[in-house]
Nanobody, 121 residues
Framework: QVQLVESGGGLVQAGGSLRLACAAT????????MGWYRQAPGKQRELVAS???????TYADSVKARFTISRDNAKKTVYLQMNSLKPEDTAVYYC???????????????WGQGTQVTVSS
């Protein structure tokens, strides 16, 4: 019932910018945390950035000062503004959301389908 739809990936040159978006749809009561992970070939999936319901943010050291995560509560959407992109940023980026669908129920974790980001040198 709950789905995460990602958009905004693509191919850019080093130094360029992209903005990813992830919209959560379905019967959602509240959202605890929204974040972005990425996975490059041959590497483990890693946390890129996250944002809580209280707008507390976390960033991987490798993207600090270059990436900015934000959210639109009304649209249930999380964004990742990526500036000064480097070839090392090339990966599949996945949206992740922890949310509640009903009062008293345990929170549930959802993943987006993934969007490819490729940065050429």
């Amino acid at each position: 019932q709950v789905q995460l739809v990602e958009s905004g990936g693509g191919l850019v040159q080093a130094g360029g910018s992209l903005r990813l978006a992830c919209a959560a749809t379905g019967r959602i009561l509240s959202i605890n945390v929204m974040g972005w992970y990425r996975q490059a070939p041959g590497k483990q999936r890693e946390l890129v950035a996250s944002i809580t319901s209280g707008d507390m943010t976390t960033y991987a050291d490798s993207v600090k000062a270059r990436f900015t995560i934000s959210r639109d509560n009304a649209k249930k959407t999380v964004y990742l503004q990526m500036n000064s992109l480097k070839p090392e940023d090339t990966a599949v980026y996945y949206c992740n959301v922890e949310l509640h669908t009903a009062p008293g129920w345990r929170p549930t974790n959802y993943w987006g389908q993934g969007t490819q980001v490729t940065v050429s040198s």
